[in-house]
């Protein structure tokens, strides 16, 4: 059963400490998108990948925030310094090219404090 | 630019209650649209879909009409389930060049009453 696997599921830390979420997309999908979930802001598109390359990460700070891709198999979201308002859960999906639906894993949540 | 906009929740329903939650987008381009569904603690998943005007999604009960006309993707169901509690999401998407927008409306909390 093809998934998208996230890990860590849940991640407290300290404010100032560097985050790292990692992501495996579904095996022969060249899209990947990182999300973020508020309560209050919804679902936010972070940044969006196709064939490793970053073509969209215009709704990510960049000052803290950075996504890449090392190779086909992982996508990593990277936080430093982590903030408080950072808390959210931040998910992972994957796709094919064209009009077709994203493959959501579960999330990462996480909690700065 | 693309946007989706859904009925305001949280919606509170009796089981077996008919279920209707709104939802109008704009979009330049012609987009496929879609319906995703959030279990608590889960990621979204894909509920149905519609990828051309008069399309018709359907899948567990619910369905929705591509309706280009009122730009407008509905979801319908005739009898709710107490299972069917969830966040709904509606979201289009639409490929420009080499990138591809796919935008979510802002959800609808649902909640089944036995």
């Known amino acids: 059963d093809a998934r998208v696997t996230q890990t860590p599921r849940d991640k407290v830390t300290e404010m100032g400490q560097e985050v790292t979420m990692r992501c495996q997309p579904i095996?022969?999908?060249?899209?990947v998108f990182w999300y973020r979930q508020t309560m209050k802001q919804g679902l936010e598109l972070l940044a969006y990948?196709?064939?490793?390359?970053?073509?969209?990460d215009s709704g990510m700070p960049k000052d803290r925030f950075s996504a890449e891709m090392p190779d086909a198999t992982l996508a990593t979201l990277k936080i430093q310094p982590s903030e408080p308002r950072d808390s959210a859960v931040y998910f992972c999906?994957?796709?094919?090219?064209?009009?077709?639906?994203?493959?959501f894993g579960q999330g990462t949540r996480l909690t700065v404090v | 630019g693309d946007s989706v906009t859904q009925m305001e929740g949280p919606v509170t329903l009796s089981e077996e209650a008919f279920l209707t939650i709104n939802c109008t987008y704009t979009?330049?381009?012609?987009?496929?649209l879609f319906w995703y569904v959030q279990y608590p603690g889960e990621g979204l998943q894909l509920l149905l879909k519609?990828?051309?005007?008069?399309d018709k999604g359907s899948n567990k009960g619910f369905e929705a009409t591509y309706r280009k006309e009122t730009t407008s993707f509905h979801l319908e169901k005739g009898s709710v389930q107490v299972s069917d509690s969830a966040v709904y999401f509606c979201?289009?998407?639409?490929?420009?060049?080499?990138?591809?927008?796919?935008?979510f409306g802002s959800g609808t909390q649902l909640t089944v009453l036995p």
């Open positions: 095996l022969g999908h060249n899209t």
């Open positions: 979201a289009l998407s639409v490929t420009s060049g080499s990138a591809r927008q796919l935008t």
């Open positions: 999906a994957s796709g094919l090219p064209g009009n077709t639906e994203a493959f």
């Open positions: 519609a990828t051309k005007a008069d």
């Open positions: 990948f196709r064939n490793r390359a970053p073509l969209d």
């Open positions: 979009a330049t381009g012609y987009p496929s």
